[in-house]
């Protein structure tokens, strides 16, 4: 059971937007940034989005990431076969005292 | 850039001790700006982080609870690289291993450089 909370799958067509969201507690997402990483199959986790809705250098603009309270969203838009992957929130949690991720949600593009 | 690379082997006897080391390339174990974290993945658990080493004049280490009595990440500066070794291990503890580095921040912490992965069975 993990401590953040993601639905466990999503789809959309190409070209289609898509959000995945993620929910916390005050004790991470209510008081910390969100971070997300998308994993490709076989491959490490990829920083995607950080500090709720910072792109590192090289992620499209199709991507983007935002919050509210203990919840938080990541957006696709212009979806591409490509984005097909699974997407993980992450935040620290001020009672475990360290980082903890969601469960993950496979994106399928159909 | 920075890039990390796993070694160490892929199966381990049940209450045997796991090794992994991962050595750092186009950045230092010893940055003061950054932590050197190991995480692991498994269908049961989900991604899980395991600790981490940092540097800000002198080495900290933070560990998860849920395998603070057991584990251990150790810098080792003369070959730029750091290791993990977790104690005791049972199947619960099969799954695939991280490496990964940190950017600390006011808000948490990021992952922006992980190691290719190495899949730790525990089995007799």
């Known amino acids: 059971q993990s401590v953040l909370t993601q639905p466990p799958s999503a789809s959309g067509t190409p070209g289609q937007r898509v959000t995945i969201s993620c929910s916390g507690s005050s004790s991470n997402i209510g008081s910390r940034t969100v971070d997300w990483y998308q994993q490709l199959p076989g491959t490490a986790p990829k920083l995607l989005i950080y500090?709720?809705?910072q792109r590192p250098s090289g992620v499209p603009d199709r991507f983007s990431g935002s919050k509210s309270g203990t919840s938080a969203s990541l957006a696709i838009s212009g979806l591409q076969s490509e984005d097909e992957a699974d997407y993980y929130c992450a935040a620290w949690d001020d009672s475990v005292n360290g980082p903890v991720f969601g469960g993950g949600t496979k994106l399928t593009v159909l | 850039q920075v890039q990390l690379q796993q070694s160490g082997p892929g199966l381990v006897k049940p209450s045997q001790t796991l090794s992994l080391t991962c050595a750092i390339s186009g950045d230092s174990v010893s940055s003061n700006s950054v932590a050197w974290n190991w995480i692991r993945q498994s269908p049961s658990r989900g991604l899980e982080w395991l600790g981490r080493t940092y540097y800000r004049a002198r080495w900290f280490k933070d560990y998860a609870l849920s395998v603070k009595s057991r584990i251990s990440i150790n810098p080792d500066t003369s070959k730029n690289q750091f290791s993990l070794q977790l104690n005791s291990v049972t199947p619960e503890d099969t799954a695939v291993y991280y490496c990964a580095r940190g950017i600390i921040s006011v808000g948490g912490i990021r992952f922006d450089n992980w190691g290719q992965g190495t899949l730790v069975t525990v089995s007799s």
């Open positions: 500090s709720n809705n």
